[in-house]
């Protein structure tokens, strides 16, 4: 039998939660190592994630079973040589974005001599606006001859794109954009298309460590809501 509804969102935030890597734009490094329900995560796996599924409320409406569920999200990572309040706000703010930021696509053309990659800053030789690259798809042509084109994925967006050309650092006319990027929910990237809605319930750092080889604990709630049919949780009408 496939797997709940519940378990298949849970999942999905799992699997997004391993981009938080520095490589891919984030400011720390937890999402290198995530597992689920770890209460005693080992020094050697820091830095790290883990996630705690908590117990939901649940309603009838409209002939389908509403579900809230509240996610507790741990971020976890040594304080080594930087200051433990700075450290977990840098944690936090990653959590956060992962989860809740939305993502934009946007089909280019005229792409190259540089390829842009995951984790590049995109800026809009224009508009100035800018994006930080979660995923490229060449469709046609080449980066080396300076006609790829397909499809170009990015978060963190900054003021509006328009029909212009990309640059990243001092490489100039990366790529051409036609105008504006369509933004995907982050309910459907974080839910894996199953979600109503992801909110932020609250969080921070409870206690701060006194000495470097200790670890910065940050907290992150947030409360999903989904809806199966009644009676049964693996479906949804």
Do not use: H
Not at 208 to 226: G, I
Request: glycine share 10%.
């Amino acid at each position: 039998m496939a797997d709940t509804i519940r378990e298949r969102i849970i999942a999905a935030m799992a699997l997004k939660l391993a981009e938080i890597r520095t490589a891919n734009g984030y400011q720390t490094e937890i999402g290198s190592w995530v597992g689920r329900a770890a209460p005693n995560v080992l020094q050697e796996d820091l830095p790290a994630i883990a996630i705690f599924p908590r117990v939901e409320s649940s309603e009838r409406q409209y002939g389908k079973q509403v579900c809230s569920m509240p996610v507790e999200v741990k971020g976890l990572s040594l304080m080594g040589t930087v200051n433990a309040s700075v450290l977990g706000e840098k944690m936090l703010g990653d959590l956060i974005m992962c989860l809740l930021g939305p993502e934009y696509t946007r089909t280019f053309t005229s792409g190259g001599v540089y390829v842009v990659k995951v984790g590049d800053t995109i800026t809009g030789a224009t508009s100035n606006a800018t994006g930080i690259v979660v995923g490229v798809t060449l469709t046609t042509g080449s980066w080396a001859a300076g006609t790829a084109a397909g499809t170009i994925r990015f978060r963190a967006q900054t003021g509006t794109f328009q029909a212009e050309v990309l640059k990243v650092l001092t490489n100039s006319d990366v790529a051409s954009i036609a105008g504006a990027a369509t933004p995907i929910s982050a309910k459907d990237i974080s839910g894996g298309l199953l979600v109503d809605d992801i909110a932020y319930s609250g969080g921070g750092v409870e206690d701060y460590p006194a000495m470097k080889d200790e670890a910065v604990v940050v907290t992150a709630t947030f409360t999903v809501s989904y809806m199966t049919t009644i009676g049964n949780p693996y479906t949804q009408t």
